[in-house]
């Protein structure tokens, strides 16, 4: 895909910037741990990470497993029809039985949608392991047009997938007790995160743990829609085709590029999806924007 590969310039092909993704590379790769502490948590967890190739970088180390689905919606969402996943599992105890129950989180390592469905049935809290949940968070923040619901196929791939920056801030919100098993998908700081905002849900006086509190900052659901929008775009103009029921739904194309630029700066990303943060590297993404955008325009008004 032409406009996908445009977006990595010469001088940047070893960072990923946050308005696209490379096909076949690690975007959201595993975190391993740091520190003897978190090592030990892992322990406790029985969290099972594979183990990197010795001669290759940490977060290019890849599984490659391939989940294929026909989820009408999957292509809108991923730009394919298949699913590209990094995997682990770790254990915790059923909280009415106290038995053992392995959890396994996958995320696409391309594109960085999550399972989220495995961190909703290991909670503590029994609202929250309810079968609907995950759909009424979704609903709850606004995010219906970004998401797929798989069911049906390897029962490994079933489940709610959304994108990762809304995945890691939904979860920050109320996976307290298992914040370090989640660290090799969401990162090394993940734990602190969960700490803090645990302690900021608390001193606003609501319940930790309840439904309400998993509303995420809005910041992070314009960005996530803003990519949508983008995502959807380039598929339009490149094949032609697009869901018949958000159409009339997506911004202008220059909008939907310039509300994505502009909802993500000042957000935490992965290290591959950083947005350059002086102001030449800025400009310097602004322009490769511009002149994609540019391209995706003239491919529109041919189409």
Request: hydrophobic share 30%; glycine share 4%; with cysteine.
């Amino acid at each position: 895909m032409a406009a996908t590969q445009a977006c990595v310039t010469a001088s940047e092909r070893e960072r990923k910037d946050v308005f696209t993704y490379e096909e076949n590379q690690v975007n959201y790769p595993y975190y391993f741990p740091q520190t003897g502490d978190l090592q030990k948590s892992h322990q406790s967890f029985r969290v099972q990470l594979p183990s990197p190739d010795s001669d290759r970088d940490e977060t290019d180390f890849k599984d490659g497993r391939f989940y294929r689905t026909f989820h009408r919606d999957l292509k809108y969402i991923l730009k394919r029809t298949d699913l590209r996943a990094h995997k682990y599992t770790f254990v915790t105890q059923d909280h009415d039985s106290g038995r053992e129950i392995v959890h396994s989180v996958l995320w696409d390592y391309e594109t960085g949608h999550v399972r989220i469905s495995p961190m909703f049935k290991s909670s503590e809290f029994d609202a929250l392991r309810k079968k609907n949940t995950p759909r009424r968070c979704v609903t709850r923040n606004g995010l219906h047009d970004c998401y797929a619901s798989i069911t049906g196929g390897n029962i490994e791939a079933q489940g709610f997938w959304i994108p990762y920056l809304a995945a890691k801030a939904i979860c920050s919100r109320f996976c307290y007790s298992i914040r370090d098993a989640l660290s090799p998908i969401f990162g090394n700081d993940f734990p602190a995160l969960c700490e803090k905002e645990r302690e900021k849900i608390l001193s606003s006086g609501k319940v930790y743990g309840s439904e309400e509190t998993l509303q995420i900052e809005s910041s992070i659901v314009e960005a996530v829609k803003a990519k949508q929008s983008v995502v959807e775009w380039q598929i339009y103009v490149e094949e032609g085709v697009t869901r018949a029921d958000r159409q009339e739904k997506l911004p202008p194309i220059e909008d939907a590029w310039r509300q994505y630029l502009m909802a993500c700066k000042g957000l935490r990303m992965p290290p591959r999806l950083s947005y350059p943060e002086s102001p030449a590297e800025q400009q310097e993404a602004e322009i490769q924007a511009a002149s994609i955008l540019m391209e995706l325009s003239a491919h529109a008004s041919h189409a």
